[in-house]
């Protein structure tokens, strides 16, 4: 199957266009204020009305209140929900959308509870320790990947230079980027987007 791509962190609408136009599969759109990315509601309907069909529009959430969720939920139109922090599987589930769930791949985290997800429809793998933020710019250990019950969503460190080696030797579903593909935070390279999915996808028109 070939690989996706998701791309995080957008909060310009030049930058959506630019993404879309390069081929990404998914978007991803910040909503913890524990990140310089964070987007208010107004800010992110505006990102996400300009999504054509097809492309998914990801929410991402760490360790918020349930209301803090939905009240997203009422007014932008997201298709799915990524979890960051320690929310239980029973937390993600009831929002009524398909879920990701992130799992740190730090030195302390090494993708604890894997068994709590069993309906995620990934699981994303990031370099970031348990209770941080992801973004860290690190790769981790990619041969320490446990056997997953769910597909795999590789990030954490990824950009156009070693993405296409990350897809050979992991194989996973999906890929995730957001400061690998920047000139700053939450400002996106659309050259670098495009190099990016060129690589991520290269492996299956090769």
């Not at 997203?72 to 959308?97: I, N």
């Amino acid at each position: 199957m070939p690989v996706r791509v998701k791309i995080c962190g957008l909060t310009r609408r030049d930058d959506v266009a630019a993404a879309v136009g390069a081929g990404a599969d998914a978007l991803g759109f910040v909503f913890t204020p524990r990140s310089t990315r964070c987007l208010d509601c107004e800010q992110a309907r505006e990102l996400v009305n300009a999504v054509p069909a097809f492309v998914a529009r990801v929410g991402l959430f760490m360790d918020q209140d349930e209301g803090d969720v939905r009240r997203v939920l009422e007014e932008v139109p997201l298709s799915l929900l990524q979890f960051h922090g320690g929310e239980a599987g029973s937390f993600c589930r009831q929002f009524g959308l398909p879920y990701i769930k992130a799992l740190a791949m730090g030195s302390a985290g090494r993708a604890q509870h894997i068994e709590d997800y069993p309906d995620a429809a990934a699981l994303l793998l990031d370099s970031h320790e348990v209770g941080a933020p992801g973004g860290t710019g690190h790769t981790f250990d990619w041969d320490s990947i446990p056997e997953l019950p769910r597909p795999l969503i590789l990030a954490g460190g990824l950009g156009p230079h070693n993405v296409r080696r990350a897809v050979q030797h992991v194989r996973p579903w999906a890929v995730d980027v957001s400061s690998g593909v920047e000139t700053a935070a939450g400002v996106k390279s659309a050259n670098k987007m495009t190099e990016f999915i060129n690589e991520a996808k290269r492996e299956d028109r090769d």
